[in-house]
């Protein structure tokens, strides 16, 4: 995967949460986490994006450990809700997401190795 198609799937990724956001129920609760879910897939897409243009393989190595820690708590965010929540309609989107969120970690936990040459 190049780095357009893997600018492609991070922003879809970071869009796809924001609509799935948006048929959360907006109570005190929700929002507090849901706030922080946009906040990280978001940062998942900007900061791959920035990675992109990175001044050095220090500074992308860098950038991709903040992908990194940004998938992994979207993740986390995402199954959090998924629990807590009760429209059962929303499962198979939760799941989707939840499942794209750890195929993104896997490629970028990888290229952090490549990069590390390990």
Request: neutral net charge.
């Amino acid at each position: 995967m190049d780095k357009f198609q893997m600018q492609r799937r991070t922003k879809k990724f970071a869009i796809d949460v924001w609509k799935l956001c948006q048929k959360i129920p907006h109570t005190r609760e929700f929002n507090s986490v849901v706030g922080q879910l946009i906040r990280s897939s978001t940062s998942v897409a900007a900061n791959y994006r920035a990675a992109c243009r990175a001044k050095s393989t220090a500074d992308f190595i860098n950038k991709l450990k903040i992908v990194e820690e940004e998938a992994d708590e979207s993740q986390f965010f995402l199954e959090f809700i998924l629990e807590v929540q009760s429209d059962e309609s929303l499962i198979p989107e939760f799941t989707r997401l939840i499942k794209e969120a750890d195929e993104i970690l896997a490629i970028v936990v990888s290229s952090i190795k490549t990069s590390k040459g390990i």
